[in-house]
T-cell receptor
Framework: AQSVTQLDSQVPVFEEAPVELRCNYS??????LFWYVQYPNQGLQLLLK??????LVKGINGFEAEFNKSQTSFHLRKPSVHISDTAEYFC???????????FGTGTRLKVLA | NAGVMQNPRHLVRRRGQEARLRCSPM?????VYWYRQLPEEGLKFMVY????????ESGMPKERFSAEFPKEGPSILRIQQVVRGDSAAYFC????????????FGDGTRLSIL
């Protein structure tokens, strides 16, 4: 069975500081990994995805993530956050031959002025 | 807007009533997924449909919940005889194919049960 763990439920950070949101996964088969962002009362917007190939993935809004197979991690990073990045961030996992995503419980990023 | 469209955005029902949630996938997408998000939790898969077919409903409660995706029209998630525990945000996603194609999500329907 697959699982996704987001270790931090909330992450406060000051504006223009760097941030890392952690995601670890468990799977016995090859995975696809995604980060989604959810603004209040809205749906999920795809930030970036890892399907195969380069382990460093760049997404929208200046975010990037690195797939680390040995550590089974897919941490999300941004070198300098803005107030507008305040939102909830979800890590999700998919596997070849399946279609249902397994989501982590989310990390609430709060950017402070 | 060519994105996934869900309606209504907010739905209030009394216990025992029926709730019908609608989802129109992105243009060109024939795969539809429904997820439920309980407060302070991540999204949980409910059901996967293609046109006129339910492919996987392993995440759906066995009673009171049903889903369809007819040849014409939107996908419908139907909850009969709602209870307080059905209060949640219900999200629909669609993709062009299954597998590694990213799922694109709608803005969700927030269901409140009085």
């Amino acid at each position: 069975a697959q699982s996704v763990t987001q270790l931090d439920s909330q992450v406060p950070v000051f504006e223009e500081a760097p941030v890392e949101l952690r995601c670890n996964y468990s799977s016995s088969v090859s995975v696809y990994l995604f980060w989604y962002v959810q603004y209040p009362n809205q749906g999920l917007q795809l930030l970036l995805k890892y399907l195969s190939g380069s382990t460093l993935v760049k997404g929208i809004n200046g975010f990037e993530a690195e797939f680390n197979k040995s550590q089974t991690s897919f941490h999300l990073r941004k070198p300098s956050v803005h107030i507008s990045d305040t939102a909830e961030y979800f890590c999700a996992l998919g596997t070849s031959g399946t279609y249902k995503y397994i989501f982590g419980t989310g990390t609430r990023l709060k950017v402070l002025a | 807007n060519a994105g996934v469209m869900q309606n209504p955005r907010h739905l209030v029902r009394r216990r025992g009533q029926e709730a019908r949630l609608r989802c129109s996938p992105m243009k060109g997408h024939s795969h539809v997924y429904w997820y439920r998000q309980l407060p302070e939790e991540g999204l949980k898969f409910m059901v996967y449909l293609q046109k006129e077919n339910i492919i996987d409903e392993s995440g759906m409660p066995k009673e009171r919940f049903s889903a369809e995706f007819p040849k014409e029209g939107p996908s419908i998630l139907r909850i009969q005889q709602v209870v307080r525990g059905d209060s949640a945000a219900y999200f629909c996603a669609s993709s062009a194919t299954g597998g590694d194609q990213p799922q694109h999500f709608g803005d969700g329907t927030r269901l409140s049960i009085l």
